[in-house]
């Protein structure tokens, strides 16, 4: 067994033809792979059973979120998500299909035999208990939509805290220059919101996906509106009633427990949407695009923050990422934002502005990462272990692919134009995002330490 890593390299790198770029340490302690590429450690035989069942990004997810597989120490996290993915991401990878031949052929046979020799060779391995189950019912049916945003949102607000800070603002922060912190650059995003939407006191405002009222909370705070704040999670819910009681703006916010295709009390003066449309879905997003504009006044803008996946590959459908479908967001969609662009006009609304925030969420995420690792033992006796092991895979896997310009988020501002055509928008861009309400210029709370406490990560502590 000595030599067992060594084997499994070898036999792996002939069958795919292509060098794997980890270094692999087996339980044996034994390792093998390129010198001075991030390791990875196989704790068992059961981890590669659930590479050999699954072997893609589902089954490398299961071994880390079981335990399974671990990050060696010394090596990072996001090291090895970019070595993944780039390796994903080459022509004879994209091109690969091993089938009976294959398997059956000289590399394959030896590939088996490697396995077979290291007892990897079993039934397949039941997955974590935090990966759910194949949705049930009509695709984004609202049955359906409820039991996947209790999925990700249920969670507990006390764990969603320790991730995103006193914000509580679940979307990616814009780092002006003066952000010097997480909170002041969520601040900065939320008034960005509310001065592309040009609020003023008096004004009627429905933010779809409201989460914990961060927004609605700011802009009837700064600039004087009347809100509405809709969500169908029963925990974002509970807690952004108390916060609009503890701000004492009750008689000017309400939070809702309510399906976005439940409004029916409009006209709004404007219409926020951060963070939401992800979950509609490619089937829905007409009824959504089509029912935001019709609670719309004439004259009336929207405020849509979306993120988007780059055009499929020519030839290629569109095939959602399983990890994220089973452990993070169950039915969630991505679009191209033209797609998105396209879907609002088709449905009467004239796309006034159109804002690309990519770098942004990288910067947003790897905070959300530090929070996380820097609070890891109080994160996992909230949610346990593997439920803390898929947010730190998830939000480092997504900072790595803003970054890379793999997916990327847009802000589009689109207007309900009235009859005649008007947009009641100031001429130039400049003067529509001067600021018109009463920005805070309250102290930005200090942001947590930058590195895990003591832990059982085992790796070593992302680096924002």
């Known amino acids: 067994m000595a030599e067992l890593a060594k084997r499994l390299v070898e036999a792996l790198d002939g069958l795919l033809g292509v060098p794997v770029p980890l270094r692999v340490q087996a339980w044996d302690g034994s390792a093998a792979g390129p010198p001075g590429a991030p390791t990875v450690v196989l704790r068992n035989r059961r981890a590669l059973r659930r590479l050999l069942w699954r072997p893609d990004e589902l089954g490398l997810a299961r071994a880390y979120v079981s335990g399974d597989l671990e990050v060696a120490p010394g090596s990072d996290l996001y090291e090895v998500l970019r070595a993944v993915a780039h390796f994903a991401e080459l022509p004879e990878i994209r091109r690969l299909r091993l089938g009976p031949g294959d398997v059956l052929g000289v590399k394959g046979r030896r590939a088996m035999g490697a396995l077979l020799r290291a007892g990897a060779l079993g039934p397949d391995p039941a997955p974590p208990p935090e990966e759910a189950p194949a949705g049930r019912g009509r695709l984004h049916s609202r049955g359906r939509d409820r039991a996947a945003i209790h999925h990700h949102y249920d969670v507990g607000n006390d764990f969603y805290g320790l991730v995103l800070g006193p914000s509580m603002v679940y979307s990616c922060a814009y780092w002006e220059p003066a952000a010097k912190s997480l909170e002041a650059a969520q601040e900065a995003k939320l008034d ?92 829905q997003y007409r009824v959504y695009s089509q029912g935001l504009y019709g609670l719309l006044v004439p004259g009336g803008r929207l405020l849509n923050h979306q993120i988007a996946r780059r055009p499929d590959h020519p030839g290629e459908p569109y095939r959602p990422s399983p990890f994220i479908d089973r452990y993070v967001f169950p039915d969630g969609e991505l679009s191209p934002v033209g797609s998105t662009v396209s879907r609002l006009e088709e449905a009467g609304f004239e796309v006034r502005d159109v804002e690309s925030l990519r770098e942004h969420y990288g910067l947003t995420l790897r905070e959300w990462v530090a929070n996380l690792e820097a609070h890891w033992t109080e994160a996992v006796g909230l949610v346990g272990r593997g439920r803390a092991r898929v947010w730190r895979l998830y939000m480092a896997a997504s900072a790595l692919a803003f970054e890379e310009n793999r997916i990327g988020v847009n802000q589009i501002l689109a207007v309900r134009t009235t009859t005649e055509g008007a947009a009641h928008l100031p001429a130039t861009r400049a003067e529509w995002l001067t600021a018109v309400g009463t920005a805070s210029d309250l102290p930005v709370p200090e942001g947590p330490a930058a590195g895990p406490a003591a832990t059982d990560l085992g790796d070593r502590g992302s680096v924002r």
Do not use: N
């Open 192 to 283: 960005l919101i509310c001065r592309k939407l040009g609020l003023r006191p008096g004004m009627r405002l429905l933010d779809v996906g409201c989460g914990w009222g961060s927004l609605v909370l700011h802009a009837a705070r700064h600039y004087g509106v009347t809100a509405v704040g809709v969500s169908i999670s029963e925990e974002q819910v509970a807690l952004a009633r108390r916060r609009v009681e503890e701000a004492g703006l009750a008689d000017r916010v309400e939070i809702r427990l309510q399906d976005y295709r439940e409004i029916t009390d409009g006209p709004f003066d404007a219409i926020s949407s951060v963070g939401m449309a992800e979950h509609v879905g490619e089937a």
